[in-house]
């Protein structure tokens, strides 16, 4: 069996833990292995039925007061349980903030190995085989994992989406044994950003800016682009980020947000190599610049040389239009 952890906020499955899901199951399909789906917490049996159609053979409720708020401790004490009772060949997760932040915690309890942030799975002499960027994203590393189970966590935004049409599986349920008093630390609050805008680590499409913005409210143009586009959010470079003209959790870089979007719009950003190890792996890059020799084109599929402030109400009318047809 391949486990997967499955991310859901307020009863909602993230689009990243279906994406791992779905690439688990095309991997267990050539290795003739089963599909398990982990959920934690309570009130999360209607969520199973989209576990199933990405490809889960079987949903694990996990439920106890402890996993009420989500306490990393207390997650990964039930899935090391879990774990040691099913016996997973592997255990995948998203590589969001709450995958990166598990994933660790239950490879240092399991005592194995973590193959973090993969962008490609294969299967090869009948076992996984992992790639993932290494150097600031200028060079890929493959590799096998020795140890047992095999934990890693998958890139959002890079493995598509399964269908399999089915809404049924088995459903086990089982009641964690971690107590409250065990957790010395618990998630009380989520403080949601704008209108609860969408993490730049799931958005489709980004549109980010940088220090080339001249303000922090000129962001406010950006967030216009956003907001007439599905799944799209707002990034911004360190330096938008450090002159305090938008929040961190816009940020996109080597100390940011690590992003694989269908495309991404870089606005008066320079291409600073950090800048570019958190965004090279999106699948399109628009940049535009005022400075022709900019790094950032050398690494865009199309570029504008120009103002942006003359080029985003333009973009803004004939993206409302595209969106229109």
């Known amino acids: 069996m391949i486990l997967v952890y499955i991310e859901a906020r307020e009863g909602k499955i993230k689009k990243a833990s279906l994406e791992a899901l779905s690439e688990a199951r095309r991997r267990a399909d050539e290795l003739n292995l089963e599909i398990g ?30 996993l009420d708020a989500y306490s990393a401790q207390a997650e990964a004490a039930a899935l090391e349980e879990l774990v040691k009772d099913a016996r997973p060949e592997a255990v995948f997760f998203s590589a969001t903030a709450r995958g990166k932040d598990l994933a660790p915690r239950l490879a240092a309890r ?11 799975l294969e299967v ?10 290494i150097f600031a994203g200028k060079a890929l590393l493959s590799f096998r994992l020795k140890s047992a ?14 269908d399999t049409g089915r809404k049924d599986g088995e459903v086990v ?42 303000g ?3 962001f ?25 003209w938008i929040d961190h959790h816009h940020q996109v870089g080597q100390t940011g947000k690590t992003v694989s979007p269908n495309v991404y719009f870089a606005f008066g950003i320079s291409g600073a190599i950090q800048h ?29 040389v120009g103002d942006l402030f003359q080029v985003i109400p333009p973009l803004k009318e004939e993206l409302k239009k595209l969106l229109e047809e």
Do not use: W
Request: proline fraction near 5%.
């Open 276 to 304: 570019l190890a958190g965004m090279s792996s999106s699948k399109v890059i628009v940049a535009v610049n005022k400075d022709p020799e900019a790094p950032i084109f050398k690494a865009a599929d199309y570029g504008i």
């Open 220 to 244: 406010a143009l950006l967030e216009e682009l956003s907001g007439a586009v599905p799944r799209s959010a707002v990034g911004a470079s360190r330096s938008a980020v450090d002159s305090g």
């Open 149 to 162: 189970p095999q934990i890693a966590s998958l890139r959002p935004n890079v493995f598509p989406l399964l």
């Open 124 to 133: 090869k002499d009948g076992r996984i085989e992992y790639t993932r960027p």
């Open 173 to 214: 349920k089982r009641a964690a044994a971690v107590r409250p008093d065990q957790v010395r630390g618990r998630v009380t609050e989520v403080r949601s950003g704008k209108g609860g805008a969408l993490d730049v680590t799931e958005a489709e499409v980004i549109f980010s800016g940088g220090r080339g913005m001249k």
């Open 37 to 66: 789906g982990a959920l934690l917490g309570s009130g999360l049996e209607a969520a199973a039925a989209e576990v199933f159609a990405r490809g889960a053979h079987k949903a694990f409720l996990l439920e106890g007061e402890a």
């Open 216 to 218: 922090p409210e000129n």
């Open 110 to 120: 399991l005592g194995v190995s973590l193959a973090s942030d993969c962008t490609r």
